[in-house]
């Protein structure tokens, strides 16, 4: 009986950790799926791969969040709307989960046409390349690439984090001194 009665309550454990953890990662997971097309996200072993979709002035964020059965996994969420391809799993409308953080080795995103915001807050190598439009990039403690050439000075921006960073943009592009490799056209 002894015996039995530690195993319930081993099993007890997991299942209230999940209860409480469930909203921080899969909040919205019972609402409906987003309508008509969205930006995508794909992961294919370490690489991760965000693509915007046309349009929108996306607002892209990746981090690290603890879910159910509490691993650290990588969480990319667009504002805008986001569908889980590959690799990935639809968390919410606006959320995808992409596996184990601790084994991405590259981030990629395209955030196309639109005046978009990027915030990458792990510490993984990310390159971003921030298409047309007025846009914010802002990246972490990896080596980092952000492109933000339009072929319009001054309407975007650029912040590296740290590690060892380039960054590109037009004549008036506001890009950090964070960037260790910044170059102007
Ligand atoms: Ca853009
Ligand atoms: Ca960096």
Do not use: H, W
Not at 111 to 118: F, M, Q, V, W, Y
Request: glycine residues 12%.
């Amino acid at each position: 009986m002894k015996i039995t009665s530690g195993i319930l309550k081993r099993v007890a454990v997991p299942a209230a950790v999940m209860g409480m953890a469930l909203p921080l990662v899969l909040a919205g997971s019972a609402a409906a799926q987003q309508p008509g097309p969205a930006s995508t996200v794909t992961r294919a072993f370490g690489q991760v791969q965000y693509s915007a979709y046309s349009g929108e002035d996306n607002k892209l964020t990746v981090t690290a969040e603890t879910d159910v059965n509490n691993n650290t996994v990588l969480v990319v969420t667009d504002l805008e709307g986001i569908d889980a391809g590959p690799g990935c799993q639809q968390a919410s409308p606006t959320a995808a989960v992409c596996g184990l953080a601790s084994s991405v080795t590259r981030i990629s995103a395209q955030l196309g046409d639109g005046t978009d915001t990027a915030y990458i807050a792990v510490n993984i190598a990310s390159s971003v390349d921030a298409g047309t439009g007025a846009d914010t990039v802002e990246t972490s403690g990896g080596n980092d690439t952000i492109t933000l050439r339009d072929g319009v000075g001054g309407n975007d921006s650029a912040s590296c984090g740290g590690g060892t960073d380039t960054a590109s943009g037009n004549i008036g592009d506001r890009i950090s001194t964070n960037c260790e490799r910044r170059a102007t056209y």
